[in-house]
Structure formats: C-alpha cells, structure tokens
C-alpha cells in the first residue's frame, strides 16, 4: 500500500470526524500496488446506515482530507 503512516491515520480520523465513529474507510484501485507510481487515492467509505444524500459527506470528507494534505496529490 503506498501511503505512509501519517496519511493513513489522517484520512482515519478525518472520517470518523465526516462520518460517525462507527464509519469504517477502505482503499482500493492503484495506491494498493506497491510497484505502481502516482495514481489517486481511492476510498470507500462502510458505514453501518444508510444515507440520503451521499453526495455531500462524500464532499465534505474529499475536502477536509485536501486541505490537510494542502492540496497535495499523495505520492509516495
């Protein structure tokens, strides 16, 4: 998986903040090749309700994890 620590445990703690405790986050697509370069990060967020408007805590979360990486992509 190419995302260090810090990310890892940020992008964590940003979706309980967005999400709710009991959110859990999943990545998927090219960050979970080791031998790939660059890519986006791709999450799915698991959460034990469903929800009406899928569109803005999806928003909120893209946001919250962008300005605290300064709106860096994530290459690792």
Do not use: C, Y
Not at 19 to 30: P, Y
Not at 45 to 56: H, K, S
């Amino acid at each position: 998986m190419r995302l260090t620590h810090d990310q890892i445990h940020t992008t964590r703690h940003l979706v309980r903040q967005t999400a709710g405790e009991t959110a859990r986050v999943r990545l998927f697509g090219s960050r979970l090749d080791d031998g790939a370069k660059g890519g986006d990060v791709d999450l799915m967020l698991v959460l034990p309700e469903p929800v009406d408007n899928t569109a803005l805590p999806a928003a909120q979360l893209s946001a919250r994890i962008s300005r605290a990486m300064s709106g860096r992509n994530w290459t690792h």
